[in-house]
T-cell receptor, first 113, second 110 residues
Framework: DGGITQSPKYLFRKEGQNVTLSCEQN?????MYWYRQDPGQGLRLIYY???????QKGDIAEGYSVSREKKESFPLTVTSAQKNPTAFYLC????????????FGPGTRLTVL | GQNIDQPTEMTATEGAIVQINCTYQ??????LFWYQQHAGEAPTFLSY????GLEEKGRFSSFLSRSKGYSYLLLKELQMKDSASYLC???????????FGKGTTLSVSS
């Protein structure tokens, strides 16, 4: 049963701490993406990766970092430099080159206290 | 600049038809997506238009006019479960990134 998993569903952290959100896919997709969604706002692109060991900044990359060491995994680290980290974070993947459709994971709601 | 505009909220009754409009301005364009998102859940794909015209898929249809920078999503025979946020998103020229609108929250009442 192919899909995208994100864990955990809810995450709480203290201000000033770095936190890493996981994203795993078994769809054999080359491209993966991280979005942030705030209440009443659309999805905003943080980072994307079209191939292993390569990634590009999106519109709001400041305060975030990513890695893409494996095709299946694209973890996102929210650093203490991110001024407003509380948000709903969505990971997506696509079979870039064959289809532009992006498939989304269930999301992680991060709350920084 | 890049901008996607869609209404913030819409209301309708069960069994009715509703049209959600979306206008876009992007530097390069490679198609228009519509996604459905229930509160607290992941967006799910509804439609993709890259050529002008109407695409019909069951109760949902989507229309695109590239010359006008305009799209709409048409929902027929509305059901309570259609209450959700509907996201319009334009694909950039390179096909590497989606630019999302803020979403339209549709409330369906009985």
């Amino acid at each position: 049963d192919g899909g995208i998993t994100q864990s955990p569903k809810y995450l709480f952290r203290k201000e000033g701490q770095n936190v890493t959100l996981s994203c795993e896919q078994n769809l054999n997709h080359d491209a993966m993406y991280w979005y942030r969604q705030d209440p009443g706002q659309g999805l905003r692109l943080i980072y994307y990766s079209q191939i292993v060991n390569d990634f590009q900044k999106g519109d709001i990359a400041e305060g975030y970092s990513v890695s893409r060491e494996k095709k299946e995994s694209f973890p996102l680290t929210v650093t203490s430099a991110q001024k407003n980290p509380t948000a709903f974070y969505l990971c997506a993947s696509s079979d870039y080159g064959r289809s532009y459709e992006q498939f989304f994971g269930p999301g992680t709601r991060l709350t920084v206290l | 600049g890049q901008n996607i505009d869609q209404p913030t909220e819409m209301t309708a009754t069960e069994g009715a038809i509703v049209q959600i409009n979306c206008t876009y301005q992007t530097s390069g364009f490679n198609g228009l997506f519509w996604y459905q998102q229930h509160a607290g859940e992941a967006p799910t794909f509804l439609s993709y238009n890259v050529l002008d015209g109407l695409e019909e898929k069951g109760r949902f249809s989507s229309f695109l006019s590239r010359s006008k920078g305009y799209s709409y999503l048409l929902l027929k025979e509305l059901q309570m479960k259609d209450s959700a946020s509907y996201l319009c998103a334009a694909m950039n020229q390179a096909g590497t990134a989606l630019i999302f609108g803020k979403g339209t929250t549709l409330s369906v009442s009985s």
